[in-house]
Antibody
Framework: EVQLVESGGGLVQPGRSLRLSCAAS????????MHWVRQAPGKGLEWVSG????????GYAGSVKGRFTISRDNAKKSLYLQMDSLRPDDTAFYYC????????????????WGQGTLVTVSS | EIVMTQSPATLSVSPGERATLSCRAS??????LAWYQQKPGQAPRLLIY???TRATGIPARFRGSGSGTEFTLTISSLQSEDFAVYYC??????????FGQGTKLEIK
């Protein structure tokens, strides 16, 4: 069974840092691009960041560029999101999502999602 | 940045009837469009990719159509489990993706 499990969320003060992790299982992790998508409570979905299978292609939403860093460890089958200079509007559930396929045409849609981890930025 | 606009924001339909949800892109995204369903307290679930290809395990009553800037998700003969929020998402530009704001499908 394909599974993604996020961890690392919690309450953090504005300006501080937090690192999220996503543990993957049930598929060949190093063949797929991976992404982070967030959802503020009661709001819609926002793509945050994505990383290719070999980490040589990385992208960020404008709202987090320069503050967040995505990375992956294929040996550990894990995806990470380092979040620095956090702001109250970063408060959201953060989902780890797997790309739908290994072809370039399939890296941008998400066929498996984790259950999410809640990040709350507040003083 | 490509902006995705969904309509209506809320759609009230009776069980057994058909629901038609719309998604418009601010510029052409070809067929690089996906649809997701989200129920309260759950992660989103992939329904459609490539504008019209159903994901594994998705019932045939879900049908996606369109290309370019206009897309439609049609759910025929609504079941009780279909009442949820639906999001469209484009993936036309590598690592510059965006979602629509969502359509809430509620029981009439």
């Amino acid at each position: 069974e394909v599974q993604l499990v996020e961890s690392g969320g919690g309450l953090v003060q504005p300006g501080r840092s937090l690192r999220l992790s996503c543990a993957a299982s049930g598929f060949t992790f190093d063949e797929y691009a991976m992404h982070w998508v967030r959802q503020a409570p009661g709001k819609g979905l926002e793509w945050v960041s994505g990383i290719s299978w070999k980490s040589n292609n990385i992208g960020y939403a404008g709202s987090v560029k320069g503050r967040f860093t995505i990375s992956r460890d294929n040996a550990k089958k894990s995806l990470y999101l380092q979040m620095d200079s956090l702001r109250p509007d970063d408060t959201a559930f953060y989902y780890c999502a797997k790309a739908g396929g290994i072809n370039w045409s399939d890296v941008g849609w998400f066929d498996t999602w984790g259950q999410g981890t809640l990040v709350t930025v507040s003083s | 940045e490509i902006v995705m606009t969904q309509s209506p924001a809320t759609l009230s339909v009776s069980p057994g009837e058909r629901a038609t949800l719309s998604c418009r892109a601010s510029q052409s995204v070809s067929s690089n469009l996906a649809w997701y369903q989200q129920k309260p307290g759950q992660a989103p679930r992939l329904l459609i990719y490539g504008a019209s290809t159903r994901a594994t395990g998705i019932p045939a009553r879900f049908r996606g159509s369109g290309s370019g800037t206009e897309f439609t998700l049609t759910i025929s003969s609504l079941q009780s489990e279909d009442f949820a929020v639906y999001y469209c998402q484009h993936y036309n530009n590598w690592l510059l993706y965006s979602f629509g704001q969502g359509t809430k499908l509620e029981i009439k």
